[in-house]
T-cell receptor, first 113, second 115 residues
Framework: KAGVTQTPRYLIKTRGQQVTLSCSPI?????VSWYQQTPGQGLQFLFE???????NKGNFPGRFSGRQFSNSRSEMNVSTLELGDSALYLC????????????FGPGTRLTVL | AQKITQTQPGMFVQEKEAVTLDCTYD???????LFWYKQPSSGEMIFLIY??????QNATEGRYSLNFQKARKSANLVISASQLGDSAMYFC????????????FGTGTSLTVIP
């Protein structure tokens, strides 16, 4: 099976712009989670989707949003970018939202100038 | 309270030696899963090993084993015969079955293998 894929891998934006990141889970996986990783804050949970419904949400402002499509692919959107949004954004998929293992994609490295 | 605690920010180990990375967790959920991930400098999080809360035996995957002490709420990762390629960040994680279902990650331990 193919692993989790994320596009794009690298992105450079300027303050005030918006960005959309994409994640395709492992075939058959219905849960997709998003994480933000920065040197200062470490790995922080953004949100999780299961069967097109947001099931969990981390403590991030409303500028961060996401959605999941019927084929389980997920997108994450950040509006009005700030310098502090520069980070590695990781997507992970799992079969269910139980105690199944999450498998991660390679990440999207976002730089905000 | 922190759900996952990793108290070792950095660790060094000699090549071919064994090393233990510490992890303690906090939960009142009777059913949960414990995970270890490796993150090399490339950034990708690589799944290493899983332990279920009801598993009687410690999990093993090749050179990785998980020392699960349920009463102490401890889930230490043991890497045997360290290799230079083991140099990376290691994250402990937990997911509860009934309480929120969110994945919780520790702050990570940076492991450096010395030739």
């Amino acid at each position: 099976k193919a692993g989790v894929t994320q596009t794009p891998r690298y992105l450079i934006k300027t303050r005030g712009q918006q960005v959309t990141l994409s994640c395709s889970p492992i075939s058959g996986h219905r849960s997709v989670s998003w994480y933000q990783q920065t040197p200062g804050q470490g790995l922080q949970f953004l949100f999780e989707y299961f069967s097109e419904t947001q099931r969990n949400k981390g403590n991030f402002p409303g500028r961060f949003s996401g959605r999941q499509f019927s084929n389980s692919r997920s997108e994450m959107n950040v509006s009005t970018l700030e310098l502090g949004d520069s980070a590695l954004y990781l997507c992970a998929s799992s079969d269910t939202i139980s105690t199944d293992t999450q498998y991660f994609g390679p990440g999207t490295r976002l730089t905000v100038l | 309270a922190q759900k996952i605690t990793q108290t070792q920010p950095g660790m060094f180990v000699q090549e071919k030696e064994a090393v233990t990375l510490d992890c303690t967790y906090d939960t009142s959920d009777p059913s949960y899963g414990l995970f270890w991930y490796k993150q090399p400098s490339s950034g990708e999080m690589i799944f290493l090993i899983y332990q279920g809360s009801y598993d009687q035996q410690n999990a093993t995957e090749g050179r990785y084993s998980l020392n699960f002490q349920k009463a102490r709420k401890s889930a230490n990762l043991v890497i045997s015969a360290s290799q230079l390629g083991d140099s990376a960040m290691y994250f402990c994680a937990m997911r509860e079955r009934y309480t929120g279902n969110q994945f919780y990650f520790g702050t990570g331990t940076s492991l450096t293998v010395i030739p």
